[in-house]
Every structure is written in structure tokens, then in C-alpha cells.
């Protein structure tokens, strides 16, 4: 069975290293000096060997990986692609991928994306991993041309109304392509525990379904992902244990690390990439790089979501709204009494998450005056509910005052029964 330990996972694969390649010096006390020449020797090296993989060999090859480290299957990656093969680090804990490319004592490239609007922190880490490596990070960057045009057509904070992709395509995903296509391999740090939504279904390897390498056509760019069985736990040891350079924004909260307008902390029990385009849908919570995570069964439910008739918040005490209705509501000059809203769409998880909440608020204070209203918000009432309602994002909340005229849009994320009680006598005092 697989040593899922940290110290397992390095001196087992370590010690395979050693016997197999003679590289790597197994030794407690070798000081800091020597391993960073170390580094520097292995890293300067180039060896290209394999240019194509056909699905064969990937099958051959994740069988064998199933029993196998990240440690072992860095090993083989860098045997089998040599100076074809490139590590892709963002600035967050896939630094740990280096940390393993370092120990195989073989030659190794590094790239990184730089977009433009990422964290003084990331440009920190950068310079400390090449120093602690000594290597250099191959930096891409977006065409300049592209960045202008998007800027100056819908601003810097578009992505906030219409979704991050089109940014995210200009910024990371076009620079991202252009280097593959360099390459006959490249290495991630994806993991299956990072987004139950988007990444359940990634492989230790394979042909890479979205982009090409330097021959082009299929099979031309191969795809490893050797921390995806690890846990964040046993990353996170391995780095503590080899005193890797990490990136000081997680000290303050932050997992997945991205672009800074799109990242944020999370919170205990959150998914680590609920941090990333927090105001998107879970299952979008990819910029393009790996959008070929989801399985056949979860992108055909991603496709057939918006067709859904299934219904939310059916509590006799939440009343469904047509455009014609809130419409009125909306341009009433004067409330006559206290409604309630929400914006919903019936396949957005966060509203399916809130449905308890809103319908226990329901319950509770419509008896108080309070009335409850629901309005099916996605479809052909988008876009006109952007235009007229505020809709950024589902689920939104509006509160239409008694005795005054407009809404006031709940800011806040916390949606439970006791939050919407305090948003509501916030504005129309205690009920």
C-alpha cells in the first residue's frame, strides 16, 4: 500500500534515488552550503529524452504510480522527459514540487505565470526559491497588447461582473499555452482534496486534454500531477520538515494562492479553493489552466445545470415573484410593508446552501411583519436583473424597507436565519 507519512514519503523515495541514480547524498548533517551547490549542479544540467506518450504508456505509467510517492513519481517524470519537461509553481505550497525535483538530484526546469496583479508576497517567495535553489525561474507573461485592450474596454475589476475567464484567459491561459508548446511534459500541484468540485477526478499522469506540446497534436504534452492522492497535511509536513521557502501569505489565512483581487483567506472547514473567485459557483472554480479536471458526468451536470426545474425554498412562507412582480416591487415609491428577497438560481450550490437559513427566517419573522420573496434570477432574467437588480453574483439578497423607497443589498455572505434577522432590523429596526 502507499506510505502516506511524510518522512515515508521522503526516505523511501529518497533511498531509491540514491541506489538508482547515485545523486542524492543521504546524510543528516550535510550542511546548508553543500546541498545548495548540490542544487545549483543538478539543476544547470539538460537531457531531453521521450517527445510523445500515447495513452498506453499513461495507463502503464498511473498503474505503477498508484503504489507509488510524489517523491518516486517526480523521479520518473524527469527520468523519462528530462530537459523537456518543466515544473509550473504559482507561489503557494506547489513549491514542494521543486523541494521533490531537487531531491531526485536530477536536472530540472522551472516556469512560473507572472499576470500582472499578483501578491507582493508571490514576487517574494519567487526570488527566495530561486536563491534557495539556486535556479531561475523561467517567467511568462501576458501579451501587452491583450492586457491594454481588455483594460481599457470593461476596466480592471471586470471579472467581479462577468466572471473571471475571460481575464483569467488573457493573463494566465494564452502565456500558459505559449510555454507548453515548448514543452513535451510539464508538472502541477494539483490535488483531488483541493475542490471536490473541479478536481476529484485528477490522475498522477496524463496526455494533457487541453493543451499541446512541442510536436502538437494528441498525446504531444504530457501531464503530471504527483501530489494528488497527498493530503494538504502531508504536503504541508514535507515542507516544514525540509525547511522550504513558503509564501508568507499563508501565515495570514490564504491557501490557494492566485491573482490578488481573486484570492482571499478562508475560513476552518472551508475548501482550500473556496478562497479563489469567491463570488463564482464551485464548479467554475478553475481559470482555464486544468478546466479538463471535471469527469465526463460532471461536466455534462455542469452543462444541463441551467435547464434544471427543480425548485428552491418551496416553504409556504417564501413567496415566488415573476419579473412583472418585483419590477413593481422595485419602483414602488413608498414600501408599504417590509419584503425580503433573494436572487437565486436553482443549481448554484451557495443557494441551495442558504435554502434552510431563508426558510427558517421565513418562519420566524413573518409572523412579525416580515415578508419573504423569491426570484428566479438566471436564464433570460440575468441579464436584466444585473441591469435592474444589482445581481452580481447567487445567491443576493435585497431587503425593500417599509415606508421607504429602493432596496439595500445584504453585503455579507453569512446567510443563516439569525444573520438575516440582524441585516433586516439593522435597517428597519427591532421587529
Same mark, same amino acid.
Given at each position: 500500500?502507499?506510505d ?12 531509491r ?5 547515485a ?7 550535510v550542511?546548508n552550503r ?7 549542479t ?14 498506453s ?16 513519481i ?6 523519462k522527459?528530462g ?13 514542494a ?8 538530484g536530477? &536536472? @530540472? ?14 514576487y !517574494?517567495?519567487f526570488d ?16 501587452a ?5 481588455l ?8 471579472? @467581479?461582473?462577468d466572471?473571471h ?12 499555452r #505559449? ?17 471536490p ?5 485528477? &490522475? ?11 510536436k502538437?497534436? #494528441? ?19 514535507f ?16 491557501v ?9 483567506p ?6 482550500e ?12 472554480? !478553475?481559470?482555464?489552466l /486544468? ?21 428552491l425554498f418551496?416553504?409556504?412562507?417564501? /413567496? ?12 414602488e ?28 427566517? #421565513? ?37 425593500f ?5 429602493? @432596496? ?8 443563516d ?9 439593522s ?5
Amino acid at each position: 500500500s502507499r506510505d502516506t507519512s511524510t518522512f515515508g514519503m521522503i526516505s523511501h523515495a529518497a533511498t531509491r534515488a540514491v541506489s538508482a541514480n547515485a545523486r542524492v547524498t543521504a546524510r543528516k548533517d550535510v550542511d546548508n552550503r553543500a546541498q545548495r551547490q548540490a542544487r545549483v549542479t543538478t539543476s544547470r544540467g539538460k537531457r531531453t529524452v521521450e517527445t510523445r506518450a500515447n495513452a498506453s504508456e499513461i495507463d502503464a505509467m498511473n498503474e505503477n504510480f498508484a503504489s507509488q510517492t510524489p517523491l518516486q513519481i517526480m523521479d520518473a517524470a524527469l527520468e523519462k522527459f528530462g530537459d523537456g519537461l518543466a515544473i509550473a509553481f504559482s507561489g503557494a505550497e506547489d513549491v514542494a514540487l521543486i523541494q521533490y525535483a531537487a531531491l531526485t538530484g536530477k &536536472p @530540472y526546469r522551472v516556469f512560473s505565470l507572472d499576470t500582472g496583479r499578483l501578491n507582493p508576497e508571490t514576487y !517574494e517567495l519567487f526570488d527566495k526559491v530561486e536563491k534557495h535553489f539556486g535556479i531561475k525561474i523561467e517567467y511568462c507573461f501576458p501579451e501587452a497588447q491583450a492586457v491594454k485592450d481588455l483594460v481599457n474596454e470593461k476596466g480592471l475589476f471586470s471579472f @467581479y461582473e462577468d466572471g473571471h475567464k475571460e481575464c483569467c484567459g488573457v493573463r494566465k491561459v494564452k502565456p500558459l499555452r #505559449a510555454k507548453l508548446s515548448t514543452l513535451t511534459a510539464w508538472v502541477t500541484g494539483q490535488r483531488k482534496d483541493q475542490s471536490p468540485g473541479t478536481r476529484n477526478e485528477v &490522475p498522477a499522469c496524463q496526455v494533457d486534454p487541453v493543451f499541446e506540446g512541442a510536436k502538437g497534436g #494528441a498525446g504531444s504534452l504530457v501531464k503530471f500531477n504527483p501530489l494528488t492522492d497527498a493530503t494538504s497535511q502531508e504536503v504541508w509536513d514535507f515542507l516544514r520538515v525540509m525547511g522550504t521557502p513558503v509564501n508568507e501569505l499563508h501565515e495570514k489565512g490564504y491557501v490557494s494562492i492566485g491573482c490578488a483581487p481573486c484570492t482571499r483567506p478562508v475560513l476552518p472547514g472551508q475548501q482550500e479553493r473556496e478562497g479563489r473567485w469567491w463570488w463564482e459557483d464551485a464548479s467554475d472554480k !478553475e481559470c482555464g489552466l /486544468h478546466s479538463g479536471n471535471l469527469s465526463a458526468e460532471a461536466k455534462a451536470a455542469q452543462d444541463a445545470r441551467e435547464a434544471t426545474e427543480e425548485d428552491l425554498f418551496k416553504n409556504s412562507k417564501v /413567496h415566488a415573484l415573476t419579473r412583472a412582480d418585483i419590477e413593481k416591487l422595485k419602483d414602488e415609491a413608498t414600501h408599504a410593508e417590509t419584503t425580503i428577497a433573494v436572487l437565486y438560481a436553482p443549481w448554484c450550490k451557495f443557494c441551495q446552501r442558504m435554502q434552510g437559513g431563508y426558510e427558517n427566517a #421565513a418562519e420566524n419573522l413573518s409572523p412579525k411583519g416580515v415578508k419573504f420573496v423569491k426570484f428566479r434570477a438566471d436564464r433570460d432574467e440575468k441579464e436584466w436583473s444585473k441591469e435592474n437588480l444589482s445581481l452580481e453574483s447567487f445567491p443576493t439578497v435585497l431587503l425593500f424597507p417599509k415606508g421607504r423607497s429602493g @432596496y439595500v443589498k445584504l453585503g455579507s455572505e453569512r446567510r443563516d436565519a439569525d444573520s438575516l434577522q440582524i441585516f433586516i432590523e439593522s435597517i428597519v429596526g427591532k421587529l
